[in-house]
């Protein structure tokens, strides 16, 4: 593939305008994505045009662009996120039903929590978290419970950048963050109260493939003021359907 004059390659620019959406901006102009990809003006409408072309990207009757029907179909073929999501949805509806609170389910995906599902009803509580969203592994009971389980590079990685306090409660400090890491291990399970939001406490638990990796993380966002334990026991319980509908999986 051709490079810019900048020395950055067709894939590299094609990744950039793909990036530029996001779950709560989901309608651009071509200039618009342009400049958010950091592209000359003709660049960028070229290739968006030729994103709307293969189906990739499609354009509304106001001349916006979105994503188009076609890259959701490519990127749910074969995928094993979809599988996992497929297998977790009844046992996440079974966690929402009794606990009332927001259930979700998020993957380790470039040193972020990823979120693939995210079940809520009308009386859940405050929650940030969205599908297809992304949350910091340091502040998040998903992301710290993904990062328990995650290899020591990637954990080194994580803990050698700034970690921002989205709180006062936010653990910031590596050194503490290892030791919470640890207890996450320990016990299996992760409690954040008031770590992405002063009046949530999130919980989660490891959910795990046939090797006994941890895979994904389940999670409820409870008050600040409820008890994680009812929640954690639905958790745990949860997470052994979801293992074993993975494993009738193959």
Known sequence: MANS??????TERLVRVL?????????????????RADLPSSTAHRIVADLVGAGLLERDDDNGIRIGMRLWELATRSSAALRLRQAAMPFMDAVQT???????LAILEQDEALFLERLSGPRSGANITRV?????????????LLLAYADRGTQD????????????????????????????????QAVA????????????????D??????????VVLPREASPEPALAEL????????AALARYH
């Open 157 to 188: 990685r994580v803990l050698a950048r700034p970690l921002a306090r989205l709180t006062a409660a936010t653990p910031a400090d590596p050194a503490a963050i290892r030791r919470l890491l640890a207890e996450i291990r320990a016990r299996g």
């Open 5 to 10: 004059s900048s020395g950055d390659g067709m």
């Open 193 to 208: 109260p008031g770590f992405i939001e002063d009046v949530s406490t999130g919980v989660a638990v490891p959910v795990r």
């Open 98 to 104: 009794r606990v009332r609170e927001h259930t979700q």
């Open 19 to 35: 990036e530029t959406f996001t779950p709560t901006r989901t309608v651009q102009t071509a200039a618009e994505i342009g400049r």
């Open 236 to 243: 745990h319980r949860a997470a052994r359907g979801i293992e």
């Open 132 to 144: 297809a969203g992304r949350l910091p592994l340091h502040a998040s009971s998903s992301g710290l």
């Open 210 to 219: 046939g090797t006994r990796r941890v895979i994904a993380a389940l999670s």
